[in-house]
């Protein structure tokens, strides 16, 4: 893994965005295409409003959907896939080849069935993702799976990530929030050929020494990217500050 520590949100963001935007385009100029994950929630507000006005041939980037609510409506403030149709595919300079959105709404079982054969055709070359409050990785939180194979799996929501989502605005109450959501696994999100996890905030900062610093565990579930081959992590100094 690889760290690096900015000064601020913004700079990070862009840090972020640089080092995605290399390897987005490295894969373009592999394979002609590119297959990336992209997350959600206020630690990539920065990044994506670095990466998106970039020009990188985006009509050749197929995107997946990190995770999603079950139950909640594209409508809501707080729907992940209203989050990445404002902050990332209306904000780019071109269409992209395809973006494949969970559907939290209906047969859950059914969607990530649906995902995981689309996930599976072909690698994926860049993950873009953050650690939550409590340590998780997309929305496996502690003890995470670290075990499954399946790509995309309904899980329950621990009270220390529901709350985040309630002190981050998303809702006005713990009895707001979705107590379930369908989020890619472990195993399927390490499988990326490079991932770039961006991390601001004061808030993260016990996540995210817990994560670097101690041993690899499913009870804190963003530490197995300690044993990624090429991990970038990006933090701003709020969120290193209880790092040595």
Known sequence: MQTHVLPDPVTAGA???????DLIGAALARRGRARIIVATGASQFEMLASLT???LGWHGVTVF???EYVGLPMSHPASFRGYLRERFESALPEPLAAMHYIDGEGDVAAECARLAGLIEAE?????????????????NDPPADFDTDTPYLVVDLDEACR??????GWFTSLDDVPTRAVSMSIRRIMASEAIVCTVPDERKARAVRNCLRGPVSNLAPASILQTHPLCHLVLDQAAASLLD
């Open 65 to 67: 959907h990190l995770d």
């Open 123 to 139: 690698p994926i070359d860049v993950c873009l993702c953050g650690i939550g409050e409590n340590g998780h990785l997309a929305f």
């Open 163 to 168: 709350r985040q989502q309630v002190g981050e």
């Open 15 to 21: 840090c972020a965005a640089d080092l995605a935007a």
């Open 53 to 55: 006005p970039r020009d």
